[in-house]
């Protein structure tokens, strides 16, 4: 038996350790592992556009990314936190909420790729979250920020494991109507699409609760908002979201009447 091929294990384990590029590491041990089995460099070549071709639903994605980068390179990031500053009643963990439902939708349906980290997390989810929570609490501080933002990423996490398997052709589901045929239990993958329904109605009970827990961490430890322009203390204005008239003593004098100056 010919162990030389396992040193393309060893390969990635080294590359990783040096902290190199995987892209790099694991084409390279890729290619030394056929080599080492006896393929040639041709064969090997063909190994990999077939492999590609047959997978070429993955790179999708990569067609995506160029695209989002040119709309983040002209504002897109920018104009998705305007649209939350214009929203009254917008908070962080409302609109988190409502990603949380349309990822488990899509994703029940079967569209896992119309979201995600690269094309509505990054440029669009987090931004909003962020002036959600700057609208209302003023200028967060990093810890605070990067809080706001890996709830962003959680919530696209959450939404897409629970709700894919809703959808009866995905992966998973075939891998355990497969598991359990071996076993002697024959069920449909919608049979056991459907008893994901409760996990995933859970999984956005729970996790809506921590979002809105999320914005009631942010009210107690953010701090107030005052208006630009607005000085409470010598003339009035807005104080903790309440308008507070000025003191008695700051507000202009009524003007005298003529009769009055004379005397």
């Given at each position: 038996m010919n162990y030389w091929p396992l040193l393309g294990i060893a390969l990635v384990v080294l590359g990783f350790a040096l902290r190199m590029n995987p892209m790099i590491v694991v084409t390279a041990a890729a290619?030394?592992?056929?080599?080492?089995?006896?393929?040639?460099?041709?064969?090997?070549?063909?190994?990999?556009?077939?492999?590609?071709?047959?997978?070429?639903?993955?790179?999708?994605?990569?067609?995506?990314?160029?695209?989002?980068?040119?709309?983040?390179?002209?504002?897109?990031?920018?104009?998705?936190?305007?649209?939350?500053?214009?929203?009254?009643?917008?908070?962080?963990?409302?609109?988190?909420?409502?990603?949380?439902?349309?990822r488990q939708i899509t994703a029940a349906i079967g569209l896992h790729s119309t979201a995600g980290h690269p094309q509505t997390v990054r440029p669009l989810v987090a931004p909003?979250?962020?002036?959600?929570?700057?609208?209302?609490?003023?200028?967060?501080?990093?810890?605070?920020a990067e809080s706001v933002k890996a709830y962003s990423a959680a919530t696209d996490n959450v939404g897409l494991f629970f709700g894919e398997d809703i959808f009866f052709a995905i992966g998973s589901i075939v891998l355990i109507q497969a598991t359990l045929a071996t076993y002697g239990y024959d069920l449909a993958p919608l049979e056991l699409a459907l008893w994901a329904i409760p996990t995933a109605i859970l999984a956005f009970l729970i996790h809506g609760a921590r979002l809105l827990w999320l914005d009631r961490s942010l009210a107690t430890s953010a701090p107030a908002v005052v208006g630009e322009g607005d000085h409470p203390r010598d003339g009035g204005g807005v104080l903790d979201g309440r308008r507070t008239p000025p003191p008695r003593n700051a507000r202009s004098p009524s003007p005298r009447t003529r009769g009055e100056d004379e005397q």
């Open positions: 290619i030394v592992t056929g080599l080492l089995a006896g393929m040639d460099g041709v064969e090997v070549i063909s190994t990999f556009g077939k492999a590609f071709n047959d997978n070429r639903i993955i790179a999708i994605v990569w067609i995506v990314l160029p695209v989002i980068g040119l709309l983040e390179r002209f504002g897109l990031q920018q104009q998705a936190a305007a649209v939350i500053r214009r929203m009254k009643n917008a908070t962080t963990g409302r609109l988190l909420i409502l990603y949380l439902l349309y909003m979250a962020l002036a959600a929570a700057e609208k209302q609490h003023g200028t967060l501080d990093e810890d605070t």
